[in-house]
């Protein structure tokens, strides 16, 4: 039994980055996932995703580029306000303006960029690099 769908999904697509893979399938699938890979996607950290039906359930098909150097899940989710993105950058990120922490905010999910551009605070998903 899986306790966080989201880290193991994670983890499984840093394993198959360092490993040289193209294209992996997940079992697990789920809104969250879906939305985190869908904004990865947009800034080109992960390739297309689709579902597949196998009669269970839909499975995610996920192609990798090769651009992620670590990914993974901030446990715990800590809340964020929104002058202090500062300290979590510092913790989660090698340098400034190089790679992305998604935050779960009350318009959505999105990177951390964007959520200090509309002055919103919220809780950190995960970070990418």
């Known amino acids: 039994?899986?306790?966080?769908?989201?880290a193991n999904v994670l983890s499984y697509i840093g394993n198959h980055e360092r490993l040289g893979r193209k294209e992996i399938t997940l079992a697990n699938n789920s809104k969250l996932i879906r939305k985190v890979l869908n904004i990865l996607?947009?800034?080109?950290?992960v390739g297309e995703f689709k579902e597949l039906d196998d009669g269970k359930g839909k499975l995610l098909v996920i192609s990798l580029l090769g651009n992620v150097n670590k990914i993974g899940v901030i446990k715990p989710r800590f809340n964020v306000k929104k002058d202090g993105y500062e300290k979590f950058e510092k913790r989660y990120l090698p340098a400034k303006d190089f790679g992305v922490i998604l935050v779960s905010t009350s318009q959505g999910i999105m990177i951390h960029n964007q959520a200090k551009e509309k002055g919103l605070g919220g809780r950190l998903i995960c970070y990418c690099y």
Do not use: A, F, I, K
Not at 1 to 6: E, R, W, Y
Not at 41 to 45: A, F, P
């Open 41 to 45: 996607n947009e800034n080109g950290y």
């Open 1 to 6: 039994m899986l306790n966080d769908p989201l």
